[in-house]
């Protein structure tokens, strides 16, 4: 079967029970067991049972957010330690892994500024020094790249983003084609119990059916739009893998299928020109999230990236002038026309 086929049909057979076409939400905690101590396919959720490493890791530094924080305020508590390196020029990566480093982290594209990383040649790096490779896959989609398939160990996907497709759940998933990692994450995630509820896997199951078409329309109105700024005076700079002067771009066509619906763009002026245009979109919403149905529009500078102090901020060119955009699927025509209005009044 092909991609979109299995979106729809992959691990979403009838219900054995009453034949319901769609996978039915069981609400429950717990469920009955034929006898004690034989354990059915269902039994509980989770036990607890905290769970301690003392590990090097090496991550790119331009990483979402979230995983920084995760890393460097909690990780790093129970005695793990990071080297965070820019993972576009390999040798970085490699000058970086020690003895004890068990894992390289990254992120491709990158949340805000679209950096691309070749997940082929760092897979290289960790084979070589038996480290495993995760990429948070999450910008991408499994439709536009995978990473298994280009020597990563784990890809690592918010599924709150493109998988949900419509803003309406917080999710995540690890997946693996390595039955030992499988495992291993499989007992963490018992043992740790940071597990979904069944209707926010009923609603990622769903959204998953549609992901082919929605990302197809992602790219090519994000492709449109990428193509509008580059041509708006008061744009400075133009973020997007899809754009032919992408620094990555070699990279970029050898392991994407297209380009997806996130960019970001410099604006000329300063902070009040961005709240000026931020704040006259109708069609826009300003809100944080991305990788849903509607377009979205933010300034990572006060907003998603206001947590990094500015100096760092700077450090990997996230200007105070940045503006991210996460382009939905409405009517391509309609989004040119909200950004028509909001660069008039500029
Ligand atoms: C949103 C996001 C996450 C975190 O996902 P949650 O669903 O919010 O936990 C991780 N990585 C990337 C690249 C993201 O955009």
Request: charged share 25%; with cysteine.
């Amino acid at each position: 079967m092909r991609f979109s086929t299995k979106a729809i049909h992959a691990g979403q057979d009838p219900d054995p029970a009453t034949g319901s076409v769609t996978v039915p939400v069981y609400l429950t905690s717990t469920y009955m067991q034929l006898k004690p101590g034989r354990e059915g396919k269902y039994v509980y959720s989770r036990t607890a049972n905290p769970t301690r490493n003392a590990h090097h890791v090496v991550a790119g530094d331009d990483i979402y957010g979230g995983t920084y924080r995760l890393f460097d305020q909690v990780l790093r508590n129970y005695g793990l330690q990071f080297t965070y390196v820019d993972p576009r020029s390999p040798d970085n990566v490699e000058k970086a892994v020690r003895k004890n480093t068990k894992m390289i982290w990254i992120e491709t594209p990158t949340n805000p500024l679209m950096r691309v990383v070749d997940i082929r040649a760092i897979s290289k790096i960790a084979t070589k020094n038996h480290t495993v490779l995760v990429v948070d896959n999450t910008f991408a989609s499994p439709y536009l790249q995978n990473p298994l398939k280009l020597g990563a160990d784990i890809s690592v996907h918010s599924t709150t983003k493109y998988l949900g497709g419509h803003s309406d759940l917080i999710g995540g998933a690890a997946i693996t084609a390595d039955a030992d990692i499988g495992k291993r994450l499989k007992f963490l995630q018992n043992a740790v119990g940071a597990v979904p509820g069944p209707l926010d896997c009923w609603l990622v199951l769903r959204g998953i059916k549609t992901l082919a078409v929605r990302m197809d329309r992602h790219n090519s109105n994000a492709k449109q739009i990428s193509e509008f700024l580059l041509k708006q005076p008061k744009v400075e700079q133009v973020y997007y893998p899809g754009l032919p002067d992408h620094p990555q771009r070699d990279v970029v066509k050898r392991q994407m299928r297209g380009y997806g619906g996130m960019l970001s763009f410099e604006l000329k002026g300063g902070f009040r020109e961005c709240e000026k245009l931020l704040t006259k979109l109708s069609v826009f919403t300003l809100a944080e999230s991305l990788g849903g149905v509607e377009s979205l529009i933010e300034h990572p500078a006060s907003m998603t990236h206001a947590s990094i102090p500015r100096q760092r901020r700077m450090e990997q060119g996230i200007k105070d002038t940045l503006i991210r955009m996460s382009v939905g699927i409405e009517d391509v025509e309609d989004l040119l026309d909200d950004l028509q209005r909001g660069f008039k009044g500029l």
